[in-house]
């Protein structure tokens, strides 16, 4: 057991059980996918097919457009029936393509690669971005462009990322019980792609069954080892996870590749290994629908562009009053305000609750009781920070390190005065890359 830890954290209630033993089930293909062309971080792709276009499972649909951008394709076969701004998890309308099934479920043709031992890293990188893969642990940023660091900073060392440290999400837990071989062999093409030497798989160890089998499996000595790493809130952080495995820390401002390491989630290995052997696009994910306001909870694989109403349909519809609805987990999920909101590539879970479960209490003052700061995984003074965000000192929240704020939400889970700190949070942050861009235009 990995012990070190990192600074801060909390322990919120984890209700995985919820969710933990429920295999993966496949959902039927929506009647009317809506596929978002923005669902990374970067610039959006562009449409690059127009309303009657037929398109299959797998048709490329948006072109990458930037530096760091990936290409969207289509997760059902049928005819596009609109390109317009529709609603999405990140809150506003986002240019979407609406494509209505067919039924066909016919498959794109997909590219003919080489076996993968015989694919170079450029190749291995271009098959990966060709199939739009982007991190699946919820940041969405462009895995090609992860994989490829500036040649000042070797990566030494990968780190599968299993931890699943939000509360009542398990849908990386079941794919490790249920696809283990696929993830470590693309993590061996990480591997491969970066030349480093060391791997590990981290997983907390309220998954003893992942731990078991993942060691199991490793067992033969393929350059990956098995990392069982304590229940804490937010392990699964990148920056906090190679402190706590190799007590390498992250510049501030800086990325894991500064420190010679690479952190991708076990979702993501897995989508890296299919785009790499088989050629496939990520068009499906798995999420985690769960809650009390939820039937019965489920793991579920999804096609890209489902709404969130058919997720829950197929998990009996909800129970009693729904008072929340958050895409992913409840420490740094979105609340919604419609279930028409499409599933995405970093769609993680659907967590509802109840109506006494979504209450939030109104803010009261500070009393400066620094609990917030005890617990910021960042070594971050949250209240501080908070009042020049609120009082529009963007300088002063900047020189406090606003930007290296990772939104985790621990401030906020243990602050008495319930202070919206991470609200706070992303909107100075907002402020902030807006005067940016801004005086760089300029
Ligand atoms: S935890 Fe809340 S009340 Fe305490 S110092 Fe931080 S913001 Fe103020
Ligand atoms: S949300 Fe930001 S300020 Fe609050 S604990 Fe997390 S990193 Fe620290």
């Known amino acids: 057991m990995w012990r070190r830890g990192f600074p801060g954290g909390t322990h919120p209630h984890y209700h995985k059980d919820l969710s933990s033993g429920k295999a993966i089930e496949e959902l039927a293909a929506p009647e009317e996918a809506v596929i978002p062309l923005h669902q990374h971080t970067g610039a959006p792709s562009e449409p690059i097919v127009k309303v009657g276009d037929r398109v299959r499972v797998g048709t490329k649909i948006g072109e990458a457009a930037g530096a760091i951008s990936v ?3 289509s997760s059902i076969a049928g005819e596009v029936k609109k390109i317009e701004p529709r609603p999405h998890p990140l809150g506003a309308n986002i240019l979407s393509v609406v494509i209505a099934n067919d039924g066909s479920d016919e498959e794109e043709e997909k590219a003919v690669l080489k076996p993968a031992a ?7 990188i271009g098959a990966i971005k060709e199939a739009g893969i982007v991190g699946l642990g919820g940041a969405a940023f462009p ?13 030494d060392t990968v780190i599968l990322n299993g931890a699943e440290c939000e509360p009542y999400l398990t849908a990386d837990h079941r794919l490790m ?8 062999q693309g993590g061996k093409i990480i591997m491969k792609v970066l030349d480093a030497r060391q791997g590990f798989i981290a997983i907390e160890e309220n998954k003893p069954d992942a731990i078991a089998l993942m060691e199991k499996l490793v067992a033969g000595g393929n350059g990956f080892r098995v990392a069982e790493m304590p229940e804490r ?10 402190k706590a495995l190799l007590r390498r820390e992250v510049p501030c401002g800086g990325l894991p590749f500064h420190v010679g390491t ?13 785009a790499v052997t088989e050629g496939r696009p990520l068009t499906r994910r798995v ?10 909870p489920k793991n579920l694989m999804v096609r890209i562009g489902t709404p969130v109403a058919q997720l829950i349909e197929a998990c009996g519809g909800y129970r009693g009053e729904v008072g929340k609805l958050i895409v992913g987990g409840p420490m740094m999920g979105l609340a919604q305000f419609t279930d028409e909101v499409p599933v995405i590539k970093g769609t ?4 509802v609750l109840t109506e006494e479960e979504a209450v939030v209490p109104d803010p009261e003052p500070c009393i400066r009781c620094a609990r917030c700061v005890d617990t910021c995984p960042m070594r971050l003074v949250p209240c501080t920070i908070q009042d020049y965000v609120e009082y529009g000192l963007l300088d002063e929240a900047t020189d406090w390190g606003l930007m290296d704020c990772i939104e985790c939400g621990c401030c906020a889970f243990v602050c008495p005065a319930r202070r919206r700190l991470v609200g706070f949070f992303k909107y100075g942050k907002a402020l902030v890359m807006e005067r940016r861009k801004k005086s760089a235009a300029s």
């Open 287 to 296: 999420a985690t629908v769960t809650g009390s306001a939820v039937a019965e």
């Open 348 to 351: 993680s879970g659907i967590l």
């Open 233 to 242: 809130y937010p392990q699964g952080a990148e920056k906090q996870l190679i």
């Open 118 to 124: 015989e694919q170079t890293r450029e190749e291995m």
């Open 71 to 73: 290409p969207t394709h």
């Open 143 to 155: 895995t090609f462009f992860k994989l490829s660091p500036p040649k000042d900073y070797p990566v």
């Open 262 to 274: 690479l952190v991708q989630n076990v979702g993501t290995a897995l989508a890296i290994y299919e």
């Open 177 to 184: 019980l249920e696809h283990a071989e696929e993830i470590v």
